[in-house]
């Protein structure tokens, strides 16, 4: 495969920063048929179109997911990239890579495929681009028999479910996210790898509010870690940040002089409850107001801690903006417990509940918050069994989507009209 | 009453070889069985894809179904 002059692409170089372009061209002196990425890209810009074809019937047999098949649509101009299929590798839990494994990774794809990846695609899947039909099997063998990895998810599948670091370096987490996503991940191995639903769906887990998967806004059914009890307060670590003594957010604010610590201004005055405030040299936290933000914790780690009775909240239905905008998952579940004991029973009941109704519900390529929004969320808190609560609703009084129904309304819907202007004139 | 699950195989393969389009969405099967719960309709429908009676087709964000003669000439056409 010959190289491509490629004006356009090459003024991707001329920044500062790091430019895929280069990236390409330094992969193609090993693997020619990048040059012809490069080439097929370069006359995209010129015809402002893309000459990539996507979809397909490609696959791995016994899997319905982890392939996407893409063609080029000029293979005569550009025979190297005439098969250019993306596989998702599900990546470990939390991201955590040993070298050993990520070079073995890499070998094989060099062996298999363009050797060009994507780390990570949204889902948290390790992403490898280009590969021809007749290279997919044997990839799979080795990935699986030599590397004892599997594929993630894609199409109509449940997508490779993600975790922070929960646990494992996280003193915030308030349950075992990376224990619940393998769990998880075992647990619905027909559903990753086997068509299933409507669209796409999505799990991920936050070991708390700080959402470092960020959970809230990127997945269908958001586990994000809280307690329910009270922010455990160590006051003279208080009055220690208070007198300057210990930094502020960790020190990591710390390349700059931003003066002295001034907890009314950088805790009490931002708390979005205002649950907070100084009695004395005290920190006080009216925790039945609280949300559980962590802002507070954020701010002065030593001091403040999530309370001891942890377990999580469960959200539904944030999505990307594809169809009707972005979308940010709705409390559904103010606290569980997430325990390996019971096996996530509570959780897994939750997870299948909302699949058997969206299943039947949700209308093709609709994404389950989609369906939530169609039917509304004062019936989709029915067909959960739930009691609607205050948290569910984003402003009281001001946008309300929990109605009453009639039945629950004493005497109904119907009044007198008359006796009802007699003492209100209209 | 719901129907067997050879019965829902033959409805279903019989669907794909004449629906109009190729390629189905996992939905357009549960008239096969309206008896039949969602969950059902997709194990029989992936269980015909193990057996070659069906074919995946997938756009990367959605995955279908299809009769493989069909989805495999049309492919060729693409």
């Given amino acids: ?102 070079r073995k990774l890499m070998d094989l794809w060099e062996k298999h495929g363009s050797g060009v990846t994507n780390m990570h695609g949204s889902t948290g899947d390790i992403i490898l681009l280009g590969c021809r039909t007749e290279a997919l099997e044997p990839f799979f063998w080795d990935l699986t028999h030599d590397m004892g990895q599997d594929l993630g998810g894609s199409g109509s599948n449940l997508r490779t479910p993600e975790c922070c670091l929960g646990q494992s370096r996280c003193e915030w987490a308030c349950y075992d996210t990376q224990e619940t996503c393998y769990h998880l991940t075992l647990h619905y191995q027909d559903e990753i790898h086997r068509p299933a639903f409507p669209y796409k769906f999505k799990f991920k887990f936050s070991g708390c509010a700080n959402d470092c998967v960020a959970a809230i806004a990127r997945s269908d059914i958001s586990v994000i870690g809280t307690w329910r009890d009270e922010i455990r307060i160590d006051q003279a670590a208080v009055k220690e940040y208070v007198a300057g003594n210990y930094p502020a957010n960790g020190g990591s604010h710390s390349g700059r002089d931003w003066g002295p610590f001034d907890i009314q201004k950088e805790v009490i005055d931002l708390c979005p409850t205002e649950c907070m405030w100084m009695e004395g040299d005290e920190l006080k936290i009216d925790d039945k107001e609280c949300t559980r933000c962590m802002h ?38 103010p606290f569980m417990k997430v325990e390996k004991e019971n096996e996530y029973e509570e959780l897994i009941e939750f997870i299948e509940t909302v699949w058997d109704w969206w299943m039947e ?62 003492r209100h004139a209209a | 009453m719901p129907l067997s699950d050879d019965e829902l ?70």
Avoid at chain 1, 69 to 90: C, K, L, M, N
Avoid at chain 1, 299 to 316: T, Y
Avoid at chain 2, 43 to 59: T, Y
Wanted: glycine content about 8%; proline content about 7%; charged content about 25%.
């Fill in chain 1, 1 to 102: 495969m010959a190289k491509h002059e490629t004006p356009l692409l090459d003024q991707l170089e001329g920044g500062p920063w790091p430019s895929f372009v280069s990236d390409l061209k330094h992969q193609a002196e090993t693997k020619p048929e990048v040059y012809d990425i490069l080439g097929q890209l370069e006359l995209s810009y010129k015809d402002r179109i893309t000459h990539w074809k996507h979809g397909g019937i490609v696959g791995v047999f016994g899997y319905g997911g982890g392939i996407v098949g893409r063609y080029s649509d000029v293979p005569e101009q550009f025979p190297g990239v005439e098969h250019f299929h993306t596989i998702r590798v599900a990546q470990p839990a939390s991201k955590y890579y040993s070298t050993e494994n990520l």
């Fill in chain 1, 296 to 333: 507070c914790i954020n701010v002065m780690p030593r001091a403040l801690r999530p309370g001891a009775d942890q377990g999580a909240s469960v959200l539904v239905g944030a999505k990307a903006p594809i169809l009707d905008g972005a979308q940010m998952s709705t409390l559904i579940v």
């Fill in chain 1, 361 to 422: 519900v949700g209308k093709n390529r609709e994404r389950v918050g989609e369906t939530m929004q169609r039917i509304g969320l004062n019936n989709f808190i029915k067909i959960m069994g739930l009691e609607p609560i205050p948290q569910m609703i984003r402003i009281p009084r001001e946008n309300p989507y929990v109605f009453w129904a009639e039945e629950e309304v004493e005497g109904g819907f119907d009044r007198d009209i008359d006796e009802f202007r007699a």
């Fill in chain 2, 9 to 78: 195989k033959d409805a279903i393969c019989e669907k794909a070889a004449k629906s109009p389009k190729p390629q189905l969405y996992i939905k357009d099967f549960y008239k096969c069985d309206p008896d039949a719960k969602p969950r059902k309709i997709k194990n029989v429908a992936n269980e015909l894809v193990r057996e070659g009676r069906l074919m995946f087709w997938s756009s990367g964000s959605t995955t279908m179904y299809a009769d493989p003669s069909r989805i495999q000439n049309e492919e060729k056409n693409r």
